[in-house]
């Protein structure tokens, strides 16, 4: 699984869509839609806002990379 899919299935599980968590980590949908699909990777600094947002640690995103 990559590190997007791990962001997805994380937002997913907490009924989130891909606007409002964006919009509360101050990117854009389109830069988080290319982060999910992978096509995009995030900085650390998207990567600790959406943890912060989730209400979890960034190592969460790279379980089973």
């Given at each position: 699984?990559?590190?997007?899919?791990?962001?997805?299935?994380?937002?997913?599980?907490?009924?989130?869509?891909?606007?409002?968590?964006?919009?509360?980590?101050?990117?854009?949908?389109?830069?988080?839609?290319?982060?999910?699909?992978?096509?995009?990777?995030?900085?650390?600094?998207?990567?600790?806002?959406?943890?912060?947002?989730?209400?979890?640690?960034?190592e969460?995103?790279?379980?089973?990379?």
């Amino acid at each position: 699984m990559t590190i997007g899919k791990n962001i997805q299935e994380v937002r997913e599980s907490q009924n989130l869509t891909q606007a409002e968590t964006a919009e509360r980590v101050g990117i854009t949908q389109a830069a988080l839609c290319q982060i999910e699909r992978g096509t995009r990777n995030p900085s650390l600094q998207v990567a600790a806002g959406l943890a912060a947002v989730f209400g979890c640690k960034i190592e969460r995103f790279l379980e089973g990379t």
